[in-house]
């Protein structure tokens, strides 16, 4: 299973973005999120979605992201709105599969399954 990012860019306070992330492979039963991770800080869990289609969020972007992954054959993907200069970083999405752990950002951060980042910029 390899999982590729796409749809980051440019965009000024605001705006909005959405990010795709294509899971290729076979797979069920998954947890999926997004990360995040700014220069110089550490990375940040920002959502999650489980195979049920409940999400999380962090307070950070609660109201303003949304988590989606309708079934197993379209991508995850972030839409991003009222997006603000602290938004900038490099987005990552992760995956875990067929396990019995809680969907949640912790168990998220212990998975080999990570895409390969895509560079989010907002600019005021």
């Known amino acids: 299973v390899q999982l590729v990012e796409s749809g980051g860019g440019s965009v000024e306070v605001g705006g909005s973005l959405t990010l795709s992330c294509e899971i290729t492979?076979?797979?069920?039963?998954?947890?999926m999120g997004w990360f995040r991770q700014a220069p110089g800080k550490e990375r940040e869990g920002i959502a999650t979605?489980?195979?049920?289609?409940?999400?999380t969020y962090a307070d950070s972007v609660k109201g303003r992201f949304f988590i989606s992954k309708d079934d197993l054959k379209t991508p995850l993907r972030l839409q991003m709105n009222s997006l603000r200069p602290e938004d900038t970083a490099v987005y990552y999405c992760?995956?875990?599969?067929?396990?019995?752990?809680?969907?949640?950002?912790?168990?998220?951060?212990?998975?080999?399954?990570w895409g390969q980042g895509t560079q989010v910029t907002v600019s005021s």
């Open positions: 492979g076979h797979y069920s039963g998954s947890c």
């Open positions: 992760a995956a875990f599969f067929n396990s019995g752990l809680k969907c949640s950002i912790d168990a998220l951060q212990r998975t080999k399954y």
């Open positions: 979605v489980s195979t049920d289609r409940s999400t």
